[in-house]
């Protein structure tokens, strides 16, 4: 008889326990629809609708319910956190910690890697060039400058690079690399050696930062510099953009509207684009060019710098502390004009006017978040008006330089964005001789 109860008891306990292991997870369940789920980085999928806004039935119910059940059923986060805890902790690794942690690896001694599939093919040099696609992209980068200069127009190319380029000896160890040339290194070899395109290459100042500091954390985000390195980064463009300026002839093409475009001179001024000598707004007497105002440049005690915890936190949560030094500037002058209206809606646009910017000038950026995160508003202390576009609308390069009629054309480019080198030789095919 005491058997039986205990074993009536014992059924009874487990059939709670049963009911609770079903019923705690739909009693918990995530109710804001469509939250943003912070230990995933990304949106949690919103409740299924069985009619859709235009009165039709919903033929995906079925499939959006179950996605909705998936992101949203009760403790997921617990789980999630659990998981990439326990892939982290006990058996080293990153990309197996969930969908959102496929792209991250593990260094040598642990540090974070950011590597997506064309990233390791980059690295192990095994997505190089022919000459022929080499002399290719050269040819439509000369183009594009050459387009540009007849405009009065400046233009630069700036390459940024990644962690694995910087820091190789941090890269995961099973990964290996063949030969000492990569992708971006033949591109921008040939760029400088067959072009007369202003190359701003970032890589030596980045690893000579390595001596002061770092730039790129252990455990910062492995997709991007640091703030330390951002600003060698901003530091080795404006000395660029200022190179060469008390030579430099500023003058206003009426014809077009830019203003305050440098050229270097040399006696003559015929070969300028600018129609007739009297177009030129700086006055050239006996072959002497009045020198132009150089672009402000931020200097260290422009900013607050403290110590700050830069550690990224990745899929599940996992985070580990990386103190870097923050650059805050103390007192911008950059506004951005998010109200301005652009007829190219879409296209990554920011927009900053800087009344004391010392010029009226407009830079065009068309980049990445390199810039845009990083070094954005820095640069847009230093020019009238500072328009920022995302690099994936370079087939819409002439569009914007129609509409914005910019001084000063800045193309960047992240190492990992070797994809759109195409796409700037389809763009310059198809810019008019």
């Given at each position: 008889m005491e058997n039986k109860k205990h074993l009536k008891k014992q059924n009874i306990v487990f059939a709670a326990a049963f009911l609770l292991v079903l019923f705690i997870p739909l009693v918990t369940v995530n109710r804001e629809n469509g939250g943003l789920s912070r230990d995933e980085n990304r949106y949690l999928a919103k409740r299924a609708a069985l009619v859709k806004d235009d009165g039709s039935l919903n033929e995906a119910f079925a499939s959006d319910f179950e996605n909705w059940i998936n992101d949203n059923i009760g403790l997921r986060s617990v789980l999630v956190r659990l998981n990439a805890g326990l892939q982290y902790r006990v058996f080293g690794n990153l990309s197996s910690a969930g969908t959102g942690s496929s792209d991250f690896y593990l260094g040598p001694k642990g540090e974070f890697n950011y590597a997506e599939k064309e990233m390791l093919l980059?690295?192990?040099?095994?997505?190089?060039?022919?000459?022929?696609?080499?002399?290719?992209?050269a040819a439509a980068y000369q183009k594009i400058?050459?387009?540009l200069e007849a405009r009065g127009i400046r233009y630069y190319y700036m390459q940024c690079r990644d962690k694995h380029s910087i820091y190789p000896e941090q890269f995961m160890t099973s990964v290996n690399q063949y030969g000492d040339e990569s992708l971006v290194d033949q591109v921008m070899k040939s760029l400088k050696a067959n072009t007369t395109v202003d190359v701003i290459d970032t890589t030596e100042v980045l690893k000579e930062g390595k001596t002061e500091g770092e730039t790129f954390g252990r455990?910062?985000?492995?997709?991007?510099?640091?703030?330390?390195?951002?600003?060698l980064a901003y530091r080795e463009l404006m000395e660029e953009?200022?190179?060469g300026v008390g030579e430099a002839l500023s003058?206003?093409?009426e014809s077009t509207g830019n203003s305050g475009i440098l050229f270097d001179v040399s006696g003559d001024v015929s070969h300028l684009n600018t129609g007739s000598v009297s177009e030129v707004s700086k006055q050239v007497k006996d072959n002497v060019v009045e020198p132009a105002t150089k672009y402000k440049v931020l200097e260290p005690e422009d900013y607050d710098i403290e110590l700050k915890d830069q550690g990224t936190t990745l899929y599940g949560g996992i985070h580990e502390i990386d103190e870097q030094p923050g650059y805050v500037i103390k007192n911008p002058g950059a506004v951005e004009d998010d109200l301005q209206i652009t007829p190219l809606e879409g296209t990554g646009h920011r927009i900053f006017t800087c009344e004391n910017a010392g010029n009226d000038e407009v830079v065009l950026i068309i980049g990445d978040s390199y810039v845009e995160n990083y070094i954005l508003d820095d640069i847009a202390e230093s020019f009238g008006k500072t328009i920022f576009v995302?690099?994936?609308?370079s087939d819409r390069f002439m569009e914007f330089i129609e509409l914005y009629k910019p001084a000063i054309v800045i193309n960047e480019n992240a190492e990992r964005c070797s994809y759109r080198f195409p796409m700037i030789v389809r763009m310059a095919s198809e810019i008019s001789a």
């Amino acid at each position: 008889m005491e058997n039986k109860k205990h074993l009536k008891k014992q059924n009874i306990v487990f059939a709670a326990a049963f009911l609770l292991v079903l019923f705690i997870p739909l009693v918990t369940v995530n109710r804001e629809n469509g939250g943003l789920s912070r230990d995933e980085n990304r949106y949690l999928a919103k409740r299924a609708a069985l009619v859709k806004d235009d009165g039709s039935l919903n033929e995906a119910f079925a499939s959006d319910f179950e996605n909705w059940i998936n992101d949203n059923i009760g403790l997921r986060s617990v789980l999630v956190r659990l998981n990439a805890g326990l892939q982290y902790r006990v058996f080293g690794n990153l990309s197996s910690a969930g969908t959102g942690s496929s792209d991250f690896y593990l260094g040598p001694k642990g540090e974070f890697n950011y590597a997506e599939k064309e990233m390791l093919l980059d690295y192990q040099h095994k997505n190089l060039y022919s000459q022929e696609q080499l002399d290719e992209t050269a040819a439509a980068y000369q183009k594009i400058k050459d387009t540009l200069e007849a405009r009065g127009i400046r233009y630069y190319y700036m390459q940024c690079r990644d962690k694995h380029s910087i820091y190789p000896e941090q890269f995961m160890t099973s990964v290996n690399q063949y030969g000492d040339e990569s992708l971006v290194d033949q591109v921008m070899k040939s760029l400088k050696a067959n072009t007369t395109v202003d190359v701003i290459d970032t890589t030596e100042v980045l690893k000579e930062g390595k001596t002061e500091g770092e730039t790129f954390g252990r455990y910062t985000d492995p997709s991007h510099w640091t703030e330390f390195g951002a600003y060698l980064a901003y530091r080795e463009l404006m000395e660029e953009l200022n190179r060469g300026v008390g030579e430099a002839l500023s003058y206003n093409n009426e014809s077009t509207g830019n203003s305050g475009i440098l050229f270097d001179v040399s006696g003559d001024v015929s070969h300028l684009n600018t129609g007739s000598v009297s177009e030129v707004s700086k006055q050239v007497k006996d072959n002497v060019v009045e020198p132009a105002t150089k672009y402000k440049v931020l200097e260290p005690e422009d900013y607050d710098i403290e110590l700050k915890d830069q550690g990224t936190t990745l899929y599940g949560g996992i985070h580990e502390i990386d103190e870097q030094p923050g650059y805050v500037i103390k007192n911008p002058g950059a506004v951005e004009d998010d109200l301005q209206i652009t007829p190219l809606e879409g296209t990554g646009h920011r927009i900053f006017t800087c009344e004391n910017a010392g010029n009226d000038e407009v830079v065009l950026i068309i980049g990445d978040s390199y810039v845009e995160n990083y070094i954005l508003d820095d640069i847009a202390e230093s020019f009238g008006k500072t328009i920022f576009v995302w690099g994936d609308y370079s087939d819409r390069f002439m569009e914007f330089i129609e509409l914005y009629k910019p001084a000063i054309v800045i193309n960047e480019n992240a190492e990992r964005c070797s994809y759109r080198f195409p796409m700037i030789v389809r763009m310059a095919s198809e810019i008019s001789a």
